[in-house]
């Protein structure tokens, strides 16, 4: 009987292992469709942003990025970014095209340690890829061709995004520098901030937007697809901290939980309370925002602060947005949605926010945080500024000025997205 | 070899209790991200329901409200809803401000117990709490002032839905009472309905709503916003009733699933025909309330319910629906959203089908399912009743005649909802 | 001791299998709620392919088809699809009205081997009976009769859908014969889309469609509602698929999200590259349709694909979409959505799929997979055929000519679906 207690005993051992292993294997596929469900949000909160001339061209860019980027990552992101111990330098590795298992079920690879199956690890991390893009997209919407901004989000999802994402997840060398980021402050969001800054600057305003008599505001066509979005983004947000605990460990998820939901929260506040003292108005367009920018600014620390600590950081990336958006405008760099205020500015906060708040703070993790914000936003910043260049001095990137006035819905597309309404005489682009 | 086979055993039992611990705060926290999105099917239905000119101004109210009502559920609701046996009272309990945990993952207490983590059991009944607000914000659309509303919802979110909400959830009078209500009939959607009916006593009718030539419909912008609202509702329902089992118990959270989504067939089943018979035509707004309100009637009783009963007490709820949108209206109480129809009467309805229907029905049973549903619709109304009225004798809760015609979104946010197309010359708040 | 030990032992391999029982279950659940918001998807998708005066008609039918499918199942569906094996035979078998388990918690039958629970099990089955309905009713939207249609659907949820399913998923004699459909791109897509073809054939096509001059195209009236339909499509695909392991068997559930979202990807390329050299434009419904055809095509067989296999079953799906959609309009076989293309011969050409790429491929299987797909085929068809021929002979299907000219929205429910804006004098159907 000895002998058969110990039996049973490991019999019991392995089954509470594979039940724990199941457990971790669901949540992450459950953050995986979370993560999913925010390209819809996305697409719905840029076309709310966009006139009403210019929403199939952004729902057309929406759709085709995550179908590239899915692609991409399977042929070669996926193992440019987690090329392995074999394959990894300090800066760069690459453990070859496809993935590097084989194919079919019978090829799984269980990662019993890391809790979760080998196709769960490619998923989760193929959904996060496209969102660089999606960043870009709506940056640059309302005057950018079509076929040149499909070929910079090829390259900047399949080779900068994998690259740069190496040096922290990839166990690269910011990643043995001690730099931190739970889930993408910089490695995501600054990235997709970045890409946009350099599309903007070289593609030039919407026309009408800078006057001699000063920024004319162009509202976009549909508030309840903005909100829409905004809410499609928080509900995805809850998969893309909460998966990036890379297990279903039920105190640290559901930290992330609290501190993700809290930060949001308190971005939508602050947002209200500055633009309330800038604008004395309710501007719903800012507070969307300021929730976004709370979920960039509490995506680096997610799981190092307290719901207190993430009510600040959430609050004070809040307060950022419309002073983001108002600077921006000074500089005449022409953003739609607000992308580069949301995603950069706050995604740099939020990196630096390691440093101040939470278990990790300190001056000299703030200096690690500055140098990891630097060397990523330096290298992103040139690739998509040198790609987006190429474009424009061969193919080009912005559609001709009868394009821009009519509307990319027709000139690239030849349907309107809404049929059966008249159309306002009113249009901004023609002033 | 014997003493191998017992430590190895308790290794096994202590990892299968972990894994079962995991796979309910998995489950959890997937209600919890349900529950969130309440809060989108929330602003697109009422958003759909109100008049195009309307429409920034209600999706506003449900961004601040979220938003409001999670930071005041961290800061004091939870710990008036949940003080705990050393603070409790029978109607009244405080454990303090904040989270009476230590801030950080290092502070997290496993309730191994309740089967979930501590952040886990703050973030599912924060999901919660906002609703009632919502509820409200619906109700008294289309001509509420937004910052009276505001401070309205923030007393209503921060004290008396935790205050009744402690009575039966945390362990106060009402439970001690055997009082029953699964997952809030009663504590959720009737509190929202008290509120709202205050509101709308208060508040009157919207301008051109009731007059002498009889009630004139003022039918909503936008049927798919509508539709979509109650399509969301539905599938954050199943975290709304399948996490209130408090765990992943197999059998209880799919039997909950299974008279959830009966009830919600059922009801719009129940309202169809009645409103058939009323109305000789196929109304979708009766049969999306219809659905609403099946979903109101199975929430105190949905884990007590075989499918076959939580078929007629959806069906039930879903022929009060249009009988009771027609009472309100005779009695002139306007509630563009039927809110007052769905939550309240419909909530009132289910928690007592508790006494009629299932496994606890009994004349005793609906004796204390009727206390309850006065203690609690008393307490929330006056206290509802108080602070609009102090409202309205202060700063006033009801914008100007020249804004409820002009619409509340340029007059209060100073921007229309949709931007690029002929607004119709017809506005029903004129005539 | 010794006793003790194995005491020990075996408690902890209850409570392991307990967990693992529990972590399946979950998976289940949550796999449901992913198939039940494709009821949204379809909602949106169907409302923003149709005309504007034509959507409160989509949307009511699409709210009655879930209402009606859950409460047919729960009746009788589900025991004449799973009649289990005392009462199978290999073409028809019927357990008896409701469910068979008695009601109430009490009557759980914890399905330990399958890993879920019996309220589970009819739950998720339950949330795709409907889907069926809900592919017939986009193909013929705009002119079908309202009651005529929602007779059909309960004939066609409540015998024909469950009977053909019953031969292979109910242990039928497809089942036998070896015949393989893993989530249903015959039992649910192409038997949907048999019924859309038997619809349309009887209906005839919406005036104005097919002129002496040519094929007048009738656009959708909202490509938001359309692009936010697949979306969400997509996500509750990966419940569809991924549910359909039943369980949650870490390897093959992630597996097939990959193949999944992998096929969707690639089938939005396909689509586009085939699109585009047909029209030489960039068409978003075409792009869209090619997600959804990718995603019809790689269900027979998400289980038994490597990445790459599905790559190339999603992208000749997506090829496939546009060639489709020319072909029946070549034969004036109306389909405002498109469904016949999406779900029938994408349907068709997945489940070929299955003999020609994968773990099972191989001309044996081919032909055992032509069996199936034309058994099943010939007896939806002709069942759908009938029951609208007598439709049709009886009450009449389509609506008087008046009633398609001025929309079904006012006609059939006596309102619009959105108010407050100039409709345009331009209408399609008037010509």
Not at 141 to 148: G, H, Q, S
Not at 156 to 184: C, E, H, Q, R
Not at 228 to 244: A, P
Not at 387 to 402: M, T, W
């Amino acid at each position: 009987m000895n002998e058969e207690a110990l039996l049973k005993a490991n019999e019991a051992l392995e089954a509470a292992n594979q039940a724990m292993f199941t457990a971790n294997n669901v949540w992450m596929l459950v953050a995986t469709v979370l993560v999913f469900i925010m390209h819809l949000g996305f697409a719905t909160l840029e076309a709310g942003f966009v006139q009403r001339k210019n929403v199939v061209n952004i729902l057309f860019k929406n759709v085709m990025i995550i179908a590239i980027g899915l692609l991409t990552y399977y042929i070669i992101g996926f193992n440019l970014m987690y090329p392995g111990s074999d394959y990894a330098g300090e800066f760069f590795g690459f453990a070859g095209f496809g993935l590097s298992n084989p194919e079919g079920a019978a090829g799984l690879i269980e990662y019993a340690d890391a809790g979760y199956s080998y196709w769960t690890d490619f998923i989760f991390q193929g959904m996060f890829a496209a969102t660089c893009c999606t960043i870009v997209s709506g940056a640059v919407a309302e005057r950018i061709k079509l076929v040149p901004f499909l070929i910079f989000c090829f390259l900047f999802v399949t080779i900068s995004y994998p690259i740069t994402g190496m040096w922290k997840w990839g166990a690269g060398w910011l990643d043995a520098a001690g730099f931190y980021d739970f889930a993408g402050s910089t490695i995501v969001h600054s990235v997709g901030g970045w890409g946009a800054l350099a599309g903007i600057i070289l593609l030039g305003a919407r026309k009408g937007k800078y006057t001699s008599k000063g920024i004319r505001p162009i509202p976009g066509h549909s508030m309840p697809l903005a909100a829409m979005g905004v809410f499609l983004l928080w509900f995805g947000w809850f998969g893309f901290n909460g998966g990036s605990v890379l297990s279903a460990d039920a105190g640290l998820v559901s930290l992330v939980f609290v501190t993700t939901a809290l930060a949001a929260a308190a971005g939508a506040i602050g947002s209200f309370v500055v633009s309330f003292g800038m604008f004395k108005s309710f501007d719903l367009s800012m507070a969307l925002n300021g929730i976004l920018g709370g979920l960039v600014g509490i995506t680096a620390g997610a799981d190092l602060m307290g719901p207190g600590e993430a009510i600040i950081v959430g609050f004070i990336a809040g307060c950022i947005i419309p002073l983001s958006v108002v600077f921006f405008d000074k500089l005449k760099l022409d953003d739609p949605v607000g992308a580069t205020s949301v995603h950069l500015v706050c995604g740099i906060w939020g990196t630096l926010a390691v440093g101040l708040f939470g278990s990790m703070a300190g001056i000299g993790q703030l200096m690690i945080q500055l140098k990891g914000i630097a060397a990523i936003g330096v290298f992103t910043f040139l690739f998509a500024f040198i790609v987006f260049f190429l474009l424009k001095k061969s193919v080009g990137i912005r559609v001709p000025e009868e394009e821009e006035v009519a509307g990319l819905d027709i000139a690239e597309h030849g349907s309107p997205a809404y049929v059966g309404v008249n159309q306002a005489a009113f249009s901004t682009a023609k002033g």
